[in-house]
């Protein structure tokens, strides 16, 4: 069996269609469906559905998606672990975290790390919610940074890993000076500035107070992934944006972004740290003990 077959069927589990997904896995269509057809035959069953659109797993490949994800992890942990023991250098410790985090709290939060008596390198890779928990999930990262909320679950098999908390942060509503005016007709008429569905904070606000606000939420007259974006079309006048407040609290305090409504309409969120239940590197071992020790 090639680990490429994982990756390949771990692909098409995620888009439901053979030209997408052999789009992405960089692959003409007939080559990519010779290796889905090879992974099958070594594990001697049908893994897809071909006649259902889109494309739909079947008993035996439900059951075996955690597995190929789980192997593909500890295939890429153990290349990297034995790598790091090999070389005589300081141990690289990945992290994935969401654009929020890394713009304005990672900084800060390593620092204080540091200052605890964290020596190391850090690779920290920023995108979508979506993107890094991905990174988690195919073991390209020892960590996820991201926000969470208790009533919205991210896609990590609680039986594989676990978190620790790191800071409590809040999506305050926001807007610039120039759009305020009386709360009923900020309520009944303000634009929204939308998160797009690769976004983990999107995915909280639609999941908390999305029924709510049914009219701002399902049209946006802006829409974006990144919270980053929204502040800045938010600081422009464009409209009122769910914000975090490790993001803007420096803006509130100037004056540059008001608050858009009473503290009923934020949204109480939680900024944690993901990791696999394996055992990690030691340098990672320690940023985790550290973390745990800040947080409590």
Request: charged share 20%.
């Amino acid at each position: 069996m090639e680990l490429i077959w994982l990756e390949d069927y771990l692909e098409l589990c995620r888009t439901g269609n053979f030209s997408r997904a052999a789009e992405v896995r960089n692959l003409t269509q007939p080559a990519f469906s010779r290796r889905i057809r090879a992974l099958e035959k070594w594990a001697g069953v049908t893994l897809f559905d071909r006649a259902a659109q889109p494309v739909q797993l079947t008993a035996a490949g439900r059951e075996f998606q955690p597995l190929a994800a789980m192997l593909i992890r500890r295939i890429a942990d153990a290349r990297a672990h034995i790598r790091e023991v090999a070389a005589a250098e300081v141990a690289t410790i990945r992290i994935a975290a969401t654009h929020a985090l890394s713009l304005i709290f990672f900084p800060g939060w390593l620092k204080r790390l540091e200052a605890d008596g964290l020596i190391c390198c850090v690779h920290l890779a920023s995108d979508t919610l979506n993107a890094v928990e991905t990174l988690l999930l195919d073991g390209r990262a020892h960590f996820l940074l991201c926000h969470v909320h208790d009533e919205i679950p991210l896609r990590l098999p609680t039986t594989e890993f676990e978190s620790t908390l790191v800071a409590k942060d809040r999506l305050i509503p926001c807007v610039a000076p120039s759009l305020m005016a009386t709360q009923a007709a900020l309520l009944a008429e303000a634009p929204l500035l939308a998160y797009g569905s690769g976004s983990g904070l999107g995915r909280i606000l639609r999941g908390v107070i999305g029924a709510r606000l049914p009219r701002l939420l399902t049209a946006p007259v802006l829409t974006a992934d990144l919270a980053g974006s929204l502040r800045a079309l938010c600081l422009d006048g464009r409209g009122v944006a769910w914000l975090p407040a490790t993001l803007v609290e420096d803006d509130l305090i100037s004056g540059r972004l008001l608050p858009f409504a009473d503290a009923s309409w934020e949204v109480p969120i939680e900024v944690q740290l993901f990791r696999p239940q394996m055992r990690l590197t030691p340098k990672a071992e320690e940023m985790w003990r550290l973390a745990q020790r800040r947080g409590s």
